[in-house]
């Protein structure tokens, strides 16, 4: 969540590194997408080739998933949607063609840092 100040680029650096342990050689602003009563900042984060994310704060699990993965995911309807934007462009996918998801322990959705 933005904190008071806070551009959304910052955000995204802070909350990749406290849900995942992960820090983003390069975040770069994809889109503002608006869902059910949030507003989604949409970044594509490069990570080291070895990046391994571990699940941190209020994360139960990581792991990387391909696209073709999303139906068997349990996701929110603005996740689902902004998943299936990014796999859409799948020059967006790292070499190995995944995204990597964190799941939230108290609600067991998915959210993506792709």
Request: glycine letters at 6%.
């Amino acid at each position: 969540m933005l904190r008071a100040g806070e551009a959304p680029r910052e955000c995204a650096q802070r909350e990749l590194g406290e849900e995942t342990g992960l820090t983003a050689r390069l975040l770069l602003y994809l889109w503002e997408f608006t869902g059910f009563s949030k507003r989604h900042y949409v970044f594509l984060a490069e990570l080291e080739k070895d990046a391994q994310a571990q699940p941190l704060n209020e994360i139960r699990s990581c792991r990387w998933f391909h696209p073709s993965d999303k139906p068997t995911l349990l996701l929110s309807v603005p996740t689902r949607s902004i998943l299936g934007l990014v796999s859409d462009h799948g020059d967006l996918l790292d070499t190995r063609g995944t995204m990597q998801f964190s799941t939230d322990e108290d609600t067991d959705e998915c959210k993506s840092s792709t």
